[in-house]
């Protein structure tokens, strides 16, 4: 078997077990072998030996016919049944074996030490001794002796105590089969018991090995059923949920750093237009002494509105990145929303009016609930969106936006006249630094920040954002702030067109 297989959790276990099993078993055969010894022990003391040698003195008739030695092996072997943890041995005053109860033949017996005989009679009273077993290869044993005449031959009835080895009263065949069952058995036992622990590891850490980003592994495939986990199971599924917040981590770095690249390109591409065209303005202005007033007050005209552009790009990528800080909080107080539209609509309307672009705008704001907002964000929010539809919207458009006050919540939409928005790029308005084409070239110096900007605002403030374009043209963009109040029904401010402005202004001034 390889390392490998060694080095399993199972096998170890398992071998654990096999180890503990094999100390129980000796832990088993040594208490056996105490209590076999015990009960031998209280046999060999319980026997009587005088009581002993008169049933040997019975059993042969105590005649002066001579040594019957098959007769009194009969009786010497009768007699050992009646005790089995004793051997009776029947020797003359020399020690020669005379009969037993082993059923050997005598021939086969060693002589009896005659010092162990002779302590019989010079002390009576010490009736256990130790003696050596007169058997081929006999060993020194726990003996008792009675002296006994039989037949007129003086003698002794030598009482040995048999092997108190429990294994050496087994035979090797039998031991060999009781260790195997046992081993096996408990190797059984041991190996549906240990699945339950092993699997689970073994399983756990190739899914550790083979942690994926790509393929996170799911607690809910790989946890069992069971009504109460073990604690291997909801270990097994805490790494799991580690394992899916490892790879959703690694792909936000993944994502994050895609970001990265993409901001970097963004940046340098929108930041080099307005820096080469602003140096190479000032460095004509500056090598070129005979250039007339005129012409230097327009090259330093353009050179500023470069500048200025540039401070735009610069506030939106700050602003941008202000509003995606975590620690981003909005300063919220309540004030009219009329007051966020006209301050808007007095910034861009020199642009829209440049363009021949007619902003229109809703009356009436007054009387609605103040919002619960931040107003330089809302502010803002505004005039990225009117200013998007501003720049997408051809000359002589109609930008148009329209007020609807719902429940808790302020609806504004921001209508354009521009070419519209494909519809594989509705998703895409809101992502950093895009700019579709809507039909036409992208807005001059436009670094794709301000709907970004925008929904970042609204996000900020609990609302939501999104964008429609209709197949004949123009996008809407439609969000949500939150009124300081709710209202009972549903309230709309719609825009009102330049011709009705106009003749409410006329009839103000004949007023």
């Not at 959790?9 to 100390?23: D, E, G, M, T």
């Not at 005209?301 to 909080?329: C, G, V, W, Y």
Request: glycine share 10%.
């Amino acid at each position: 078997m390889s390392a490998s297989v060694f080095g399993t959790i199972r096998v170890r276990l398992l071998a654990v077990v096999l180890l503990v099993c094999v100390v129980m078993l000796s832990m088993v055969l040594w208490s056996m072998q105490r209590s076999h010894e015990h009960a031998h022990w209280e046999l060999f003391e319980a026997y009587d030996p005088g009581f002993a040698a008169l049933l040997l003195g019975q059993g042969l008739g105590n005649s002066a016919a001579g040594i019957d030695v098959a007769r009194a092996d009969a009786t010497l072997q009768q007699m050992g049944g009646l005790n089995p943890a004793v051997d009776l041995y029947w020797v003359d005053q020399k020690g020669t074996v005379l009969a037993s109860s082993t059923g050997l033949p005598v021939s086969r017996f060693g002589v009896v030490s005659r010092d162990v005989l002779a302590t019989t009679v010079s002390r009576p009273d010490h009736r256990a001794l130790i003696g050596v077993d007169p058997k081929p290869n006999g060993r020194a044993k726990p003996v008792a002796i009675e002296p006994v005449e039989i037949g007129g031959v003086r003698g002794y009835l030598y009482i040995v105590l048999k092997d108190l080895s429990l294994l050496g009263s087994i035979s090797w065949v039998d031991l060999a089969w009781l260790v195997g069952c046992w081993v096996a058995l408990t190797a059984l036992a041991s190996h549906f018991a240990l699945r339950g622990i092993s699997d689970p590891l073994t399983r756990l850490a190739r899914h550790v090995e083979s942690l994926d980003a790509a393929a996170p592994m799911s607690p809910a495939t790989h946890v069992s059923g069971r009504s109460a986990p073990t604690e291997i199971a909801r270990l097994e599924q805490g790494v799991a949920g580690l394992a899916t917040r490892i790879a959703q981590q690694v792909q936000a770095l993944r994502a994050a750093d895609d970001e990265r690249r993409v901001l970097f390109a963004g940046i340098s591409h929108d930041l080099r237009t307005p820096i080469s065209s602003l140096s190479g303005y000032l460095e004509t202005v500056a090598s070129r002494d005979h250039l007339g007033d005129e012409e230097r007050k327009r090259l330093c005209a353009i050179s500023l509105d470069e500048t200025k552009l540039l401070l735009r790009l610069l506030d939106d990528l700050m602003d941008l990145a202000r509003l995606e800080s975590p620690e981003m909080k909005t300063d919220r107080e309540p004030f009219p929303l009329a007051e966020a539209v006209t301050a808007v609509q007095r910034r861009l309307e020199t642009a829209a009016t440049a363009k021949g672009i007619v902003l229109l705008v809703p009356t009436g704001l007054d009387a609605s609930p103040p919002l619960d907002a931040d107003p330089v964000m809302v502010e803002r929010l505004l005039g990225n969106v009117i200013q998007n539809g501003i720049e997408h919207s051809p000359p002589g458009g109609v930008v148009r936006l329209d007020v609807k006050l719902v429940g808790a919540w302020a609806e504004v939409q921001v209508t354009d006249t521009g070419p519209g928005i494909a519809a594989d790029q509705i998703g895409l308005v809101f992502e950093r630094f895009f700019r579709g084409d809507r039909g036409t070239q992208p807005a001059k110096g436009g670094m794709g920040l301000g709907l970004a900007i925008a929904k970042r605002i609204v996000e900020l403030h609990g609302g939501e954002i999104r964008a429609r374009s209709p197949p004949g043209g123009g996008a809407t963009f439609r969000f949500t702030l939150p009124l300081v109040s709710s209202v009972s029904e549903s309230i709309s401010f719609p825009a009102e067109s330049p011709m009705n402005t106009t003749r409410r202004e006329h009839d103000r001034g004949i007023a």
